[in-house]
């Protein structure tokens, strides 16, 4: 085989990863604190239909700031950490049986109050929906928006997530 051809192959191998990927916002998140927005992204093999990677991407004004790659596998282990402040992991997605196929039952921790370390959780399904494209699920109804309430108190000022509103 002549170096050229070995050369295309070897390329073609790399690329071909980049080339059958395809990606899905799973959910918008924003929050009453300030006009930061950030979704939630699946990178899936257009193929196969399964989830390659997940990102969170940030924007300020409409315009994307940053772009956080997520370690897929800390999913089922340690959770995905989605926000972060100081010591304090404010909200945390995690999963006891998600697979990357199929989807399955993910847990939206969020820290509710820092000062005590009081924590809330919300329960929704990452599945794929009739369509074929994946999204999140509350009972039988499709999420794709998630607005976080901060849970504020007097002299402290933000302390926590009060609640998660789903749209």
């Known amino acids: 085989?002549?170096?050229s051809l070995c050369l295309f192959m070897f390329a073609s191998l790399i690329f071909s990863g980049?080339?059958?990927?395809?990606?899905?916002?799973?959910a918008t998140i924003t929050n009453d604190e300030n006009k930061e927005v950030y979704t939630f992204v699946a990178q899936t093999d257009e193929q196969?239909?399964?989830?390659?990677a997940f990102f969170k991407d940030d924007y300020l004004n409409g315009?994307?700031?940053?772009?956080?790659?997520l370690e897929t596998q800390a999913l089922n282990e340690r959770g995905l950490v989605l926000e972060k402040?100081?010591?304090?992991?404010?909200?945390?997605?995690?999963?006891?049986?998600?697979?990357?196929d199929q989807g399955g039952l993910v847990t939206i921790d969020t820290l509710f109050n820092g000062v005590n370390g009081q924590r809330k959780e919300y329960d929704?399904?990452?599945?794929?929906?009739?369509?074929?494209?994946w999204r999140l699920f509350k009972g039988n109804?499709?999420?794709?928006?998630?607005h976080i309430v901060i849970n504020k108190k007097f002299l402290l000022g933000a302390?926590?997530?009060?609640?998660?509103?789903m749209k």
């Not at 196969?48 to 390659?52: A, D, T």
């Open 1 to 3: 085989m002549n170096a």
């Open 141 to 146: 109804s499709i999420i794709t928006k998630l």
């Open 124 to 133: 929704l399904q990452l599945a794929k929906a009739n369509d074929g494209a």
């Open 48 to 52: 196969s239909n399964s989830i390659k």
């Open 18 to 26: 980049r080339v059958l990927a395809k990606e899905e916002v799973i």
């Open 85 to 100: 402040r100081g010591e304090h992991t404010v909200i945390n997605l995690k999963s006891e049986n998600f697979d990357l």
């Open 159 to 165: 302390v926590g997530v009060k609640e998660i509103v």
């Open 63 to 69: 315009k994307k700031t940053e772009r956080a790659l």
